[in-house]
């Protein structure tokens, strides 16, 4: 089975409803790198990295699907580390399907709604506006904080740092994976007693503290494996190829 390349971006445009998502003006989402033109197997990734291209290639897929791709620093000369993967998906014939916010907010394949639904997140409603675009939602819950993080911890297959500066009995809890403690005064004033999140800096913690409110650290990486998972899984139902997830877990 082969399906034109152009077919399958068209489609992932439409459906991730890239043109409407706002983004930080160096992402480029949607089609990051050209292949030769029809598409037979996809591979999943959370990164595009070295690693991951070279697994896909290995698998002999043709195009990758990733959340975070090649571009955001701006332009860069092609060399070096960076070089070397554009040369290696290029060499290899390898196109480069990368979603980033678009991946985040959508409710069906992303990342913040699959997390919490799996969390048991009720009646979720979207917030945790960055870069002009709500990407997390948050959902009721009645339920003992170590219960949740413990089902967080099942979920992302690792120790969760808590910050347990919220109550211990929970209502309201969002999530918004990735690094996304810019969301916690946002989930403060809905009344949020808990955010779920992959990572923070350092400062996040006497913050989460002074305002009263539980953060829950689950990984960076951890909680940003089901969108591009779920996303290759319709591809690969809407157009019949095969698809694979290349993990690459950076604990962070
Ligand atoms: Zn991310």
């Not at 092609?78 to 979603?99: C, D, I, K, N, P």
């Not at 870069?131 to 170590?146: K, L, M, N, P, S």
Request: aromatic share 6%; proline share 5%; charged share 20%.
């Amino acid at each position: 089975m082969s399906v034109p390349l152009t077919e399958i971006v068209d489609y992932l445009d439409r459906y991730l409803h890239v043109a409407d998502v706002p983004d930080d003006e160096r992402a480029i989402n949607g089609l990051q790198v050209g292949n030769r033109g029809s598409v037979t197997r996809v591979v999943a990734s959370v990164d595009a990295c070295e690693a991951t291209i070279t697994d896909a290639i290995s698998r002999k897929a043709d195009l990758m699907v990733v959340h975070h791709g090649l571009f955001w620093g701006g332009l860069r000369p092609l060399t070096g580390v960076y070089g070397r993967r554009v040369r290696l998906l290029m060499e290899h014939s390898v196109a480069l399907y990368a979603s980033h916010l678009p991946l985040d907010c959508h409710p069906e394949v992303g990342n913040n709604a699959l997390l919490a639904r799996k969390l048991g997140l009720r009646d979720l409603v979207p917030f945790g506006t960055f870069e002009g675009t709500q990407i997390g939602f948050w959902g009721a819950i009645d339920e003992g904080r170590d219960a949740l993080v413990t089902r967080l911890q099942e979920i992302v297959g690792g120790t969760p740092r808590v910050v347990p500066a919220g109550p211990i009995r929970l209502a309201k809890v969002g999530v918004v994976t990735g690094a996304g403690t810019s969301a916690l005064t946002e989930a403060v004033e809905l009344g949020l007693d808990t955010l779920i999140t992959g990572e923070g800096p350092h400062h996040s913690f006497l913050e989460a503290e002074e305002l009263g409110v539980n953060v829950v650290y689950g990984g960076h990486y951890a909680t940003e494996t089901f969108g591009v998972r779920a996303l290759a899984a319709h591809v690969g139902q809407r157009f019949n190829l095969p698809w694979d997830f290349s993990d690459h877990p950076t604990g962070m």
